[in-house]
């Protein structure tokens, strides 16, 4: 079973920047045999994804992030990064992190592991 654990939420302000972290605990390989992304949830509003990362190293960015968010990974301490870079109001959610043998699983949101999300409030 694997466990994911978001952290590096916080506030702040227009313009600012935060840097997601996502550790993968109790699986037995490397996050490189996994893909992996982050999701995003604003109050009444459906999740979405924001970014992903496939096991070749592929990435897959919604078009709110491209240019200001970059997702990454480190397969030696098993943890997955979102760099959040000139951050809006409406970037403020809950950001989950998410994992699945299957991009195509994954990126459905039918992914079979979930964290429990950090959030990120952004003030103008």
């Known amino acids: 079973q694997v466990q994911l654990v978001e952290s590096g939420g916080g506030s702040v302000q227009t313009g600012g920047s935060l840097r997601l972290s996502c550790a993968a605990f109790?699986?037995?390989?490397?996050?490189?045999?996994?893909?992996m992304a982050w999701f995003r949830q604003a109050p009444g509003k459906a999740r979405e994804g924001v970014a992903a990362i496939g096991s070749d190293g592929s990435t897959i960015y919604a078009d709110s992030a491209k240019g200001r968010f970059t997702i990454s990974q480190d397969n030696a301490v098993n943890t997955l990064y979102l760099q959040l870079n000139s951050l809006k109001p409406e970037d403020t959610a809950m950001y989950y992190c998410?994992?699945?043998?299957?991009?195509?699983?994954?990126?459905?949101?039918?992914?079979?592991?979930w964290g429990q999300g950090t959030q990120v409030t952004v003030s103008s």
């Open positions: 998410a994992a699945d043998p299957s991009i195509q699983r994954l990126w459905s949101e039918e992914a079979r592991y």
């Open positions: 109790g699986y037995a390989f490397s996050i490189y045999y996994l893909n």
